[in-house]
C-alpha cells in the first residue's frame, strides 16, 4: 500500500477520532491546534520575516514571541501547523518532535505557498489562465501536488482567485485576470488539480483558494489597502470565483488582509460565517492570511490580541496564521473573560482535526524521503511544464507572418531577461533548481542546433526595483548588478548583433521581483531602459520579435505599432525557454488569450470590457479624454499561426421562459494555410430589466486546435447560470424578462451575433 493512501474511514468513524482527541484536550492545547507557524530555514531572518509574512513583530525564524521557539512550542504540543518547509528530511524531524511533544500525540499539518509548481515550475498564474484550457490547468496543478505531497507538504496555500481588474496591484499575476467566469472556471481545475479525489487521495493536497474576499480590488492598486465594493461587484464579479472553487470541493480557504466595505475581512462574520458556510455550504477550515489575525488590531477594530483573537474566532477562523505572538494564543484568557466560548472554540479545533484526518496525517504522519526524491526528478513533470508555457503563451502581433521564424541562418538574442533564469520562473517559487531551468537563450539555442548561428547579447544591466522586494531574504530574488558593464558599448554590441543577425529576438518585461505580493506600481512602461534598448533593435532594420515576459500588461504602445511580432510570454517556467522555441520555431502554434483587457497607458485603468454605459457616445469609440477609450489589445484577444473564421452562429430556439436553455452554436474554419489553436468565446448582453448590465460577458468558451482548412461547430448553453445576476436592489438574484444578444468569435470585440427573448 501507498504511504498516502492509507483508508481514513467513514465520516462517523473520523467524526469519532476527532471527538475522542478534543475530549482530552485542554483549552491550552485546543488553542495550539488552531495555530501555524512560519518556519523558515533561513538564516538571518528577523525584519525579513517579518516582512516577508505581512506583519509586525516578528521575533526571529522558529519563534512564537512567548520567549519559546517554535520547536519548544511543538514539544509542548502547542502547534497545529507549520509553513515554509519543503526539506522532507526537517519536516520528519519537525513532525517527530510534534508527536513526541503532544499528549495526543497529534501530527501537524504542513503547508506552503505551492502556486505555480514546487520543484517543476509551472508558468505563472496569470499565464495558466490566458490558456483558457481548464484541463492544462488541472494537470498542472496535479503536478505540483504530486510534488508537494512527495516531500510532506499536505496544504496548497492555492489558487489565488482574486479578481484582478488594476494592474498596478502586482497580485495580478497570481490570479486569473479580470473576468469573473473565466476565473471561476480557472478556479475549479485547480482545486480539482490540487486534490484529485479528494486530498487523502495519493499524490494530493487541501486546496487553500483565497484571499476571501475582494483583495485584488486594493484602492489604487496598493496592495493591502481598503477595499470598497459595491453589492453588485462583490456578487457578481468577486464573489463566483470563490464560489467555484467551494463547489469544486475546496477544503480549505484563506481570508484576506484588507477591510471590506469598513469590516476587517478576517473579522468578518457575515462574510465568513453567513456567506461563506451558511449560504454556500462551505465544510472545510478557514485559515487567516500571515499576521491577519494579529492585524485585526492595527487596523482599530480589536481592542488587544485576546479581543482580536476572538473576534476571529467569533467570525469563523479556524486557524490563525502567525508570524509571531499569535493571538490565538491568547484564546485561553478571552474564553475567561467571555469574549469567546468554548463551544465555538471546540468547533474550530473540530474542522482543524477533521482535515488532518481526512488527509490520512494521523495514520502516515512520516514522508518518505527517497520517495520524495523520485517524485522530483520525474521527467513527465518537466513534459507537463512545457506543454503549459505552450499553451499559455498569447501572440499578440504577427505582422507578414514573420512568426514562426523560416529557417534563418542568424539569430540575435537580446535582452537582460533572455537569459536570466530566475526571471523565467517567475514570483512565488522558492524550491526551484536554477540549473534545470531553461532561459529563451538556452531554448533558442538548442533548439537551433547547427542550423543557425546564435548570438547574445544583453544590451542594457538588469532594471532594480524602486523599493527592495520583502522576498529578498530569499536567495537569488533580486537581479545581480553585473560588474563592469559598460552601458554604452554593450548597447552598441546589441544593435551591432542585431545589424549583423537574420532576425533579433528581443526578451523585455518586467524583473520578476518586481511583481507580486508588495508589488505595486505606479507605472506600466518597461523599466530600466528596455524601450530605448528595442527602439535600437529596430531602427536596424533587421526584423524583430518582441518576446514580452510579464504577469501585469504593460505599455506597448509603441511596440505594437512599430515591432512585427510580439509574443507574450508571462513568466514561463522551469521549461519556459524550450516551450518558446517551440512556438518560435513553429514545432508548436500559440494559442492562448488575454485574461484581462489590455490598455495603453496606466492612465486608462481600471478598463474592463464587461463596462456598463450610461451616455450615448458623443464621438466614436467613447473618446471624452486625451487617449483613446479603447484598449491597446481586448480582453480574451490572441492570434495564432491558424486564421480562424466564424460563421453561422445559431440558437436552437429564440424564446424561452426565465429558468429555460438556449443552445448557441457556431461553426469555426481556420482559413489559414498553418494548424493552430483558437479559443472559441461566446458572449452575452442584456438590452434591458431590472438594473443595468455590462455591454458584454463572458459566457461560454472552448479551446480546440484546428488543422489548416478544418472546420468545427461549437456549441455552448445559456440556462439561468447563465443569465441570472444579484440585482442590488432586490437584494438578489434575478433572471429578467428581457432580449439577451449573444456575440461569438475570437476575443470580447467578436462580431457574429444573434439574439433571443427571455419571458417572465
Ligand atoms: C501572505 C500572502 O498574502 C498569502 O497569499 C500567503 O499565502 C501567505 N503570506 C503565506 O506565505
Known amino acids: 500500500m501507498s504511504v498516502h493512501s ?36 533561513l538564516p538571518p531572518a528577523g525584519e525579513a520575516a517579518d516582512q516577508a509574512s505581512g506583519g509586525a513583530e516578528a521575533p526571529g525564524p522558529g519563534f512564537d514571541g512567548h520567549g519559546i521557539t517554535v520547536d519548544e512550542a511543538l514539544g509542548r504540543g502547542q502547534v497545529g501547523s507549520l509553513l515554509f518547509v519543503t526539506d522532507p528530511a526537517q519536516i520528519n524531524r519537525l513532525q517527530r518532535r510534534a508527536i513526541e511533544g503532544s499528549r495526543h500525540g497529534i501530527p501537524v499539518l504542513f503547508g506552503f505557498d505551492v502556486i505555480h509548481g514546487l520543484r517543476t515550475i509551472f508558468p505563472v498564474p496569470i499565464a495558466m489562465a490566458a490558456s483558457w484550457d481548464p484541463g492544462a490547468i488541472e494537470q498542472g496543478q496535479a503536478v505540483a501536488a504530486r510534488e508537494a505531497r512527495a516531500v510532506g507538504i499536505h496544504w496548497a496555500f492555492a489558487p489565488m482567485v482574486d479578481i484582478a481588474r488594476d494592474p498596478r496591484w502586482g497580485r495580478i499575476v497570481e490570479g486569473a485576470g479580470e473576468d469573473p467566469y473565466l476565473a ?22 487541501i486546496s487553500g483558494p483565497k484571499h476571501f474576499a475582494g483583495y485584488g480590488a486594493a484602492l489604487g492598486g496598493r496592495d493591502y489597502d481598503e477595499v470598497n465594493l459595491s453589492d453588485s461587484e462583490l456578487w457578481n464579479v468577486y464573489l463566483p470565483p470563490f464560489k467555484a472553487a467551494v463547489d469544486a470541493g475546496a477544503e480549505n480557504i484563506m481570508t484576506a488582509y484588507m477591510d471590506l466595505n469598513g469590516v476587517p475581512a478576517t473579522g468578518n462574520h457575515w462574510l465568513l460565517t453567513e456567506v461563506l458556510r451558511d449560504t454556500w455550504g462551505f465544510g472545510g477550515f478557514l485559515v487567516s492570511d500571515a499576521q491577519a489575525v494579529h492585524n485585526l488590531r492595527t487596523h482599530g477594530f480589536a481592542a488587544d490580541l485576546a479581543d482580536a483573537g476572538a473576534r476571529a474566532l467569533r467570525a469563523g477562523v479556524d486557524m490563525e496564521m502567525a508570524v509571531g505572538n499569535p493571538a490565538y494564543a491568547h484564546l485561553p484568557e478571552a474564553i475567561e473573560a467571555g469574549l469567546a466560548d468554548e463551544e465555538t472554540l471546540d468547533a474550530c479545533v473540530r474542522r482543524v482535526l477533521t482535515a488532518k484526518v481526512r488527509i490520512g496525517l494521523l495514520d502516515q504522519p512520516y514522508v518518505d524521503e527517497d520517495q520524495a526524491r523520485a517524485v522530483l526528478a520525474d521527467p513527465a513533470h518537466r513534459a507537463a511544464a512545457r506543454q503549459a508555457a505552450q499553451r499559455s503563451a498569447v501572440l499578440l502581433r504577427n505582422e507578414g507572418g514573420l512568426l514562426p521564424l523560416a529557417s534563418p541562418s542568424s539569430i540575435a538574442v537580446i535582452g537582460p531577461l533572455a537569459d536570466s533564469r530566475r526571471d523565467t520562473l517567475g514570483p512565488w517559487v522558492f524550491d526551484f533548481d536554477l540549473d534545470e531551468t531553461v532561459t529563451v537563450l538556452d531554448g533558442i539555442r538548442n533548439r537551433a542546433g547547427h542550423g543557425a548561428e546564435v548570438g547574445y547579447a544583453p544590451g542594457i544591466r538588469p532594471a532594480q526595483r524602486v523599493f527592495p522586494s520583502m522576498f529578498d531574504m530569499f536567495a537569488n530574488n533580486a537581479p545581480a548588478d ?17 545589424r549583423a543577425s537574420d532576425v533579433a529576438v528581443v526578451v523585455l518585461g518586467e524583473w520578476q521581483n518586481m511583481i507580486g505580493e508588495a508589488a505595486s506600481r505606479s507605472s506600466l512602461e518597461l523599466p530600466g531602459g528596455q524601450l530605448a534598448l528595442l527602439q535600437a533593435v529596430v531602427a536596424t532594420g533587421t526584423p524583430v520579435v518582441l518576446l514580452v515576459m510579464n504577469g501585469r500588461p504593460l505599455d506597448l504602445r509603441w511596440a505594437a ?10 513568466y514561463p517556467g522551469t521549461q519556459g525557454g524550450a516551450a518558446m522555441a517551440d512556438l518560435i520555431f513553429g514545432d508548436a502554434a500559440p494559442g492562448g488569450k488575454l485574461p484581462f483587457t489590455w490598455p495603453r497607458t496606466v492612465g486608462q485603468v481600471p478598463l474592463v470590457y464587461s463596462h456598463t454605459i450610461s451616455h450615448e457616445p458623443v464621438n466614436q469609440g467613447r473618446r471624452y479624454w486625451d487617449e483613446e477609450s479603447t484598449p491597446l489589445f481586448p480582453f480574451g484577444y490572441g492570434l495564432s499561426y491558424g486564421r480562424f473564421e466564424y460563421r453561422d452562429l445559431t440558437l436552437d430556439r429564440d424564446r424561452i421562459q426565465a429558468g429555460q436553455t438556449v443552445t448557441a452554436s457556431v461553426t469555426v474554419t481556420n482559413a489559414g494555410d498553418r494548424a493552430g489553436d483558437e479559443v472559441a468565446q461566446v458572449y452575452i448582453h442584456q438590452r434591458h430589466g431590472t438594473a443595468s448590465r455590462p455591454v458584454r460577458e463572458l459566457k461560454g468558451f472552448e479551446r480546440v486546435a484546428l488543422a489548416a482548412g478544418e472546420t468545427r461547430t461549437l456549441s455552448f448553453a445559456l440556462g439561468p447560470a447563465e443569465l441570472r445576476y444579484w440585482n442590488a436592489a432586490a437584494r438578489d438574484w434575478v433572471i429578467d424578462a428581457t432580449t439577451i444578444d449573444v456575440f461569438a468569435g475570437g476575443d470580447s470585440a467578436a462580431g457574429l451575433t444573434a439574439s433571443f427573448t427571455v419571458t417572465g
Not at 505599432?561 to 508571462?570: C, E, K, Q, R
Open 6 to 41: 492509507m483508508p481514513v474511514g467513514s465520516d462517523a468513524e473520523v467524526a469519532g477520532r476527532v471527538d475522542a482527541l478534543i475530549a482530552g484536550m485542554t483549552t491550552a492545547e485546543k488553542a495550539g491546534q488552531l495555530t501555524q507557524y512560519f518556519y523558515f530555514d
Open 184 to 205: 471561476a472556471a480557472v478556479a475549479a481545475a485547480q482545486v480539482r488539480g490540487f486534490q484529485g479525489a479528494g486530498p487523502g487521495a495519493p499524490g494530493r493536497v
Open 482 to 498: 553585473p560588474e563592469g558593464f559598460d552601458d554604452d558599448a554593450e548597447l552598441a554590441r546589441a544593435v551591432a548583433l542585431a
Open 561 to 570: 505599432a512599430n515591432v512585427p511580432a510580439i509574443l507574450d510570454i508571462w
